[in-house]
């Protein structure tokens, strides 16, 4: 499967404008620890639109990006 930047663009403009007709918010909390994923993460943070209702969130520490869900920790059913 080839995913890239335009892939990338157009599959968070589709799920912004779905979340819109459906008049629903979306957080996306992304843990990043590594400099390659960090950086990937940001790229998507970047291409999603920061006034649309899906507002996404990046962190290298596990705790801040649970924090931004307000989950002390991974619920089990996600394990």
Same mark, same amino acid.
């Given at each position: 499967? #080839? +995913?890239? +930047?335009? $892939?990338?663009?157009?599959? &968070?403009?589709?799920?912004? =404008?779905?979340?819109? &007709?459906?008049?629903?918010?979306?957080?996306?909390?992304?843990?990043? *620890?590594?400099?390659?994923? +960090?950086?990937?993460?940001?790229?998507?943070?970047? @291409? @999603?639109?920061? #006034?649309? *209702?899906?507002? @996404?969130? @990046?962190? =290298? $520490?596990?705790?801040?990006?649970?924090?931004?869900?307000?989950? *002390?920790?991974? *619920?089990? #059913?996600?394990?």
């Amino acid at each position: 499967m #080839e +995913f890239g +930047f335009r $892939e990338l663009h157009w599959h &968070s403009l589709r799920l912004q =404008d779905r979340l819109r &007709s459906r008049n629903q918010r979306l957080l996306d909390s992304v843990h990043a *620890p590594g400099g390659v994923s +960090f950086g990937l993460a940001r790229i998507y943070q970047q @291409v @999603v639109d920061p #006034e649309g *209702p899906l507002q @996404v969130h @990046v962190n =290298d $520490e596990r705790r801040q990006a649970l924090a931004a869900l307000a989950l *002390p920790h991974i *619920p089990d #059913e996600l394990l």
